[in-house]
């Protein structure tokens, strides 16, 4: 089992900054991916960035790309979403998310571990 817990999410002004943080403890040895997606009120939960845990080979959604930087630090077994340029559409909750697979996907389905999520609002 792997346990995942965010943090760092908040309010904040359009055109402003945010740093999530995902904390991993338990078996993760076995993670080969870590993804972070969004669920915004009344849709679907959305893929927004990956990084392979061994190669920290990133991959994010067209949406976010080149306002989202994911990275991790993989002693202390953190990873870590840098947001900037928040936009409204941006607000959702954001989750953390675990992969065992050697085969990593965008999709929910690649992801066996999952956080509690932690909220981020915009405000235009």
């Known amino acids: 089992q792997v346990q995942l817990v965010e943090s760092g999410g908040g309010l904040v002004q359009a055109g402003g900054s945010l740093r999530l943080s995902c904390a991993a403890s338990g078996r993760t040895f076995s993670t080969t991916a870590m993804a972070w997606f969004r669920q915004a009120s009344e849709k679907e939960r959305e893929f927004v960035a990956v990084i392979i845990w061994s190669a920290g080979n990133t991959r994010y959604a067209d949406s976010v790309k080149g306002r989202f930087t994911i990275s991790r630090d993989s002693p202390k077994n953190m990873m870590y979403l840098q947001m900037n340029s928040l936009k409204p559409e941006d607000a959702a909750v954001y989750y953390c998310?675990?992969?065992?697979?050697?085969?990593?996907?965008?999709?929910?389905?690649?992801?066996?571990?999952w956080g509690q999520g932690t909220q981020v609002t915009v405000s235009s």
């Open positions: 998310a675990a992969a065992t697979s050697s085969t990593v996907t965008m999709s929910e389905s690649s992801y066996i571990y």
